[in-house]
């Protein structure tokens, strides 16, 4: 499995961005799928996680109400729309995906990995 993100960039606080994780294969509807945050000099944080059925997900406290992860399995696209953005959003943001597991919120708990995209909030 080889994941793409993209959809990163430069936005004023309260702004919005719409990240968008692509994944290779033919078994995306088996992944869970995971968004991650790491900011400078901080160890990678979860965000958010989606079920193989799209039916649950599950959010760090920080971005409810704020962020909603979403998956197309016709797209094989996991996508994360973040709202009302804050400053402290700001960091590079990595899809994961695995075939194990529920609803993973811990990094060793993903297999894959996308190579990150960075979201950088201005005050």
């Known amino acids: 499995v080889q994941l793409q993100a993209s959809g990163g960039g430069l936005v004023q606080a309260g702004g919005s961005l719409r990240l968008s994780c692509s994944a290779s294969?033919?078994?995306?509807?088996?992944?869970?799928m995971g968004w991650f945050r790491q900011a400078p000099g901080k160890e990678r944080e979860f965000v958010a996680a989606i079920s193989r059925s799209g039916v649950r997900t599950y959010y760090t406290d920080s971005v409810k109400g704020r962020f909603r992860i979403s998956r197309v399995d016709a797209e094989n696209t996991v996508y994360l729309q973040m709202n009302s953005l804050k400053p402290e959003d700001t960091a590079v943001y990595y899809c994961?995906?695995?075939?194990?597991?529920?609803?993973?919120?811990?990094?060793?708990?993903?297999?894959?990995w996308g190579q990150g995209t960075q979201v950088t909030v201005s005050s």
């Open positions: 294969g033919r078994t995306f509807s088996n992944l869970v």
């Open positions: 994961a995906a695995t075939f194990f597991g529920q609803m993973e919120v811990v990094t060793t708990a993903y297999d894959y």
